[in-house]
C-alpha cells in the first residue's frame, strides 16, 4: 500500500487490490458473456433437435455415402424408415455398390434434407453411423413393418428379406448426428457451426 500526498490530502493506494477488483470486474462480466452464450447455444440446440427431428420424420430419402477397403467412395440415395431409438433402415440388393462397401467398411455417412427449398433456407441433419446386414429376423420383420407402413402399403413377407432373397435389409445406426448451426454477421446470414445433437 503506498500514500500519496496531494497537497494537504492524503490518498491511499494499493495498486494490488486495485488490479485485484479489475480483473475480478472482468471475470464477473465474462462469467455472464459466458452464461448467456451457454443458455443461447442449449435454446439453438434444442430447436435445431426438433427441426433435425422433424425432418427425419418427414423425408423419404436418405443420401448414403459408402467406401470399399480401399477408401473409394461411392454415393446413393435410399428410401429409408427408422425406429424410436433413431437406427435407419432400408431395403438394398446385395450386388449394389453400396451394400457390397458394407461389408468390407461398415463405416458410413447419412445426410437428410429437403432439396425443394430456396437457396440458402435448407437445413441438413448429418450422420456418422455404423450399418450392416440385418440378419435377424426378428429385427428383419420390424424393419419391413416400418418401410411399408412408411410407403402406405402392407408388408410382405419375410421369406422375401431373409438369407437367400435377392433383396436384403440393411441399418444404419448412428454415431454422431449434428447440423450446421445458422448465425448471422454484417446483416447476412451463413452457416459456420458444427452443432452436434443428440436424438433420443
Not at 29 to 46: C, F, P, V, W, Y
Not at 94 to 123: F, M, T, W
Not at 145 to 153: D, H, S, V
Request: hydrophobic share 40%; with cysteine.
Amino acid at each position: 500500500m503506498f500514500i500519496i500526498s496531494l497537497g494537504n490530502n492524503l490518498i491511499m493506494s494499493d495498486p494490488v487490490a486495485d488490479y485485484t477488483s479489475q480483473f475480478q470486474n472482468k471475470i464477473s462480466k465474462r462469467e455472464a458473456e459466458l452464461r448467456q452464450i451457454t443458455g443461447q447455444m442449449l435454446m439453438d440446440k434444442n430447436a435445431e433437435t426438433a427441426i433435425a427431428k422433424k425432418m427425419i420424420r418427414e423425408m423419404l430419402y436418405i443420401t448414403l455415402a459408402t467406401s470399399d477397403k480401399k477408401a473409394i467412395p461411392w454415393n446413393t440415395p435410399v428410401f429409408y424408415a427408422c425406429d424410436r431409438d433413431y437406427n435407419f433402415y432400408w431395403i438394398s440388393s446385395q450386388v449394389c455398390v453400396h451394400s457390397v462397401n458394407i461389408e468390407e467398411n461398415e463405416n458410413v455417412a447419412l445426410v437428410i434434407y429437403d432439396s425443394r427449398v430456396p437457396e440458402g433456407k435448407g437445413v441438413g441433419v448429418y450422420i456418422k453411423a455404423k450399418a450392416r446386414l440385418v440378419t435377424d429376423n426378428v429385427e428383419i420383420a420390424k424393419a419391413i413393418t416400418l418401410l411399408y407402413r412408411k410407403k402406405g402399403k402392407p408388408a410382405p413377407r419375410l421369406s422375401e428379406f431373409n438369407e437367400g432373397a435377392p433383396r436384403r435389409v440393411y441399418v444404419a445406426t448412428p454415431v454422431t448426428v449434428w447440423v450446421n448451426d445458422l448465425k448471422a454477421k454484417g446483416g447476412e446470414e451463413f452457416r459456420y457451426l458444427r452443432l452436434e445433437i443428440q436424438l433420443k
